[in-house]
């Protein structure tokens, strides 16, 4: 089995910045690639950024210039550096990957989710 498990998550003022982490771990193989979700009340999960296994990155226009996906291959982690954050980033941030298992078995995984609120 492969486990994702998010953290970095918490209250921040409008303006502010905090980073969170994504790591997975269990019977990997091989990690391709590795993104942020995030789900605010009453919305649908949307897309906020990807990065591929040789450094790739996408993001979306909303956190463009203020989001930063980074990640450590040798650590199996994914990161999200979250600058100038505004109360409309309020949600719960979910990390995914494409994972090849030890099985050889290839799917995506979700984290449990960290909360993340701006407000004064």
């Known amino acids: 089995q492969v486990q994702l498990v998010e953290s970095g998550g918490g209250l921040v003022q409008p303006g502010g910045s905090l980073r969170l982490s994504c790591e997975a771990s269990?019977?990997?193989?091989?990690?391709?690639?590795m993104a942020w979700y995030r789900q605010a009340p009453g919305q649908q999960r949307e897309w906020v950024a990807d990065i591929t296994n040789g450094g790739n990155t996408n993001s979306a226009d909303s956190v463009k210039g203020r989001f930063t996906i980074s990640r450590d291959n040798t650590r199996n982690t994914v990161y999200l550096q979250m600058n100038s954050l505004k109360p409309e980033d309020t949600a719960v941030y979910y990390c995914?990957?494409?994972?090849?298992?030890?099985?050889?078995?290839?799917?995506?995984?979700w984290g449990q989710g960290t909360q993340v609120t701006v407000s004064s």
């Open positions: 269990g019977s990997i193989r091989s990690i391709y690639a």
């Open positions: 995914n990957a494409d994972v090849l298992s030890t099985g050889w078995n290839r799917r995506g995984y």
